[in-house]
């Protein structure tokens, strides 16, 4: 196996880990602009990437406040997540 594959392979796995862990985060908070507010205050903001992975994760949860979370976060921030 080359080293690339490999480097990639981790840094998959390890954005889906924070996907998965901002996503758990989200599902504990129960209000769409409550879930808003802590993506905008987040001190490291997520990349369009990590968003498209949350995203992802809550369509395959059926958990469409945060789907509509993130698109009002999205249109905020000028951001398109296609996924």
């Known amino acids: 196996m080359n080293f690339q594959t490999e480097m990639d392979k981790l840094y998959n796995e390890v954005q889906d880990k924070l996907a998965s862990g901002i996503s758990t985060i989200i599902r504990n908070i129960n209000d769409k602009e409550k879930i808003v507010e802590f993506l905008i205050n987040i001190k490291n903001q997520p990349t369009i990437d990590i968003l498209k992975r949350i995203n992802k994760i809550a369509i395959e949860?059926?958990?469409?406040?945060?789907?509509?979370?993130?698109?009002?976060?999205?249109?905020?921030?000028?951001?398109?997540l296609l996924t």
């Open 61 to 80: 949860n059926e958990d469409y406040e945060t789907c509509e979370a993130l698109k009002e976060y999205s249109k905020a921030k000028g951001i398109i």
